[in-house]
């Protein structure tokens, strides 16, 4: 009996760690990921948005999800998705999104859940008892986990998973509706250093990047025989490890691609005077001016929600 404890036990474990990378793998797989991290034209409302605009509002959910309690985050989180609808191939992106923002919930639950203390959540679920549902063995302790997993410490862990999906979501959108170039002259237009604006258009163009290249070698490792024969229960237990092979060929790819970027980067004179002058000048729509009206009532929101009481406190409160 003691052995069959430890494999659930360890079995549980793994299983809330590795839970949503498998959820991940198996559903968004790696070209969903690369759908909802890449440009893709289109002619709806957001991407006629000013990039500066986005960013403001990217920033004015962050304060409404940090500064209030967790369900105002659900909401946020809930009324960005929606506008997913709005996006080319908006239903599919839509999907993605839901999976990967559970899979962020799931990650944000399991790395506070284990460890909050009863003090904490006493303040946090005052008058009630506190409902264990696993007790962990004397070894998980030593790893700094609580001796009882309770059902008080799973929703806490929950609520705040909700500050990290509106964040994530609004993040999303202002990658999928504007180029690189806009970005670019979004940083130049609030005076941001050259470097700085370089190395973030590297970063948005090497994401799409890395998932288009591990798609490509996951492939290539079962176009060679890999899961031949194996029951379609293990597949997305193969998707995981091909990926984990996919690494290392995935990094020389990458390497030398930033070799090939940085002599063209040279070639262009990149750097070779301290500003650049721009041929479209971006400015500012009706569509902005709606965003702006968004921003301002999210502003207001966080305000009324702490004079009302509802604003985050020390810990957090889940109520």
């Known amino acids: 009996m003691s052995l069959i404890t430890t494999l659930i036990n360890w079995f549980l474990f793994f299983y809330g760690v590795g839970f949503p990378v498998l959820l991940i793998v198996s559903v968004v797989r790696l070209k969903g990921f690369m759908e909802?991290?890449?440009?893709?034209?289109?002619?709806?409302?957001?991407?006629?948005?000013?990039?500066?605009?986005?960013?403001?509002?990217?920033?004015?959910?962050?304060?409404?999800?940090?500064?209030?309690?967790?369900?105002?985050?659900?909401?946020?989180?809930?009324?960005?998705?929606?506008?997913?609808?709005?996006?080319?191939?908006?239903?599919?992106?839509?999907v993605y999104l839901s999976v990967v923002l559970v899979s962020s919930l799931i990650s944000s639950m399991w790395s506070v859940a284990p460890y909050v203390t009863p003090s904490i959540l006493e303040l946090a679920f005052p008058h009630q008892?506190?409902?264990?549902?696993?007790?962990?063995?004397?070894?998980?302790?030593?790893?700094?986990?609580?001796?009882?997993?309770?059902?008080?410490?799973?929703?806490?862990?929950?609520?705040?998973?909700?500050?990290?999906?509106?964040?994530?979501?609004?993040?999303?959108?202002?990658?999928?509706?504007?180029?690189?170039?806009?970005?670019?002259?979004?940083?130049?237009?609030?005076?941001?250093p050259l470097s700085l604006t370089f190395s973030l258009l590297v970063g948005v163009r090497t994401v799409p990047r890395i998932f288009e290249l591990l798609d490509s070698s996951v492939k290539m490792q079962f176009i060679r025989g890999l899961g031949r024969g194996k029951p379609r229960i293990v597949y997305p237990f193969l998707l995981l490890y091909s990926a984990i092979l996919a690494l290392v060929p995935t990094m020389v790819y990458l390497l030398r691609g930033a070799k090939t970027m940085a002599i063209s980067a040279d070639t262009r004179g990149f750097r070779a005077s301290p500003r650049r002058t721009e041929i479209v000048e971006l400015g500012f729509r009706k569509e902005d001016y709606v965003i702006f009206g968004v921003v301002v009532g999210l502003i207001l929101l966080a305000i009324v929600a702490n004079l009302l009481g509802f604003g985050r406190s020390v810990p957090y409160l889940g109520v």
């Open 36 to 94: 909802i991290t890449r440009y893709e034209s289109g002619t709806g409302f957001m991407y006629r948005v000013n990039p500066v605009t986005k960013v403001l509002l990217g920033l004015a959910v962050m304060g409404v999800a940090s500064t209030t309690v967790w369900w105002i985050g659900a909401l946020l989180t809930l009324a960005i998705s929606l506008v997913y609808l709005t996006l080319r191939d908006g239903v599919r992106k839509l």
């Open 129 to 192: 008892n506190l409902v264990t549902v696993w007790t962990w063995p004397s070894y998980f302790e030593v790893m700094g986990y609580q001796p009882n997993l309770t059902l008080q410490a799973l929703m806490y862990g929950l609520q705040i998973g909700f500050r990290v999906t509106a964040v994530l979501a609004s993040a999303l959108i202002l990658v999928l509706t504007t180029t690189t170039s806009d970005i670019f002259r979004m940083f130049t237009k609030l005076r941001a």
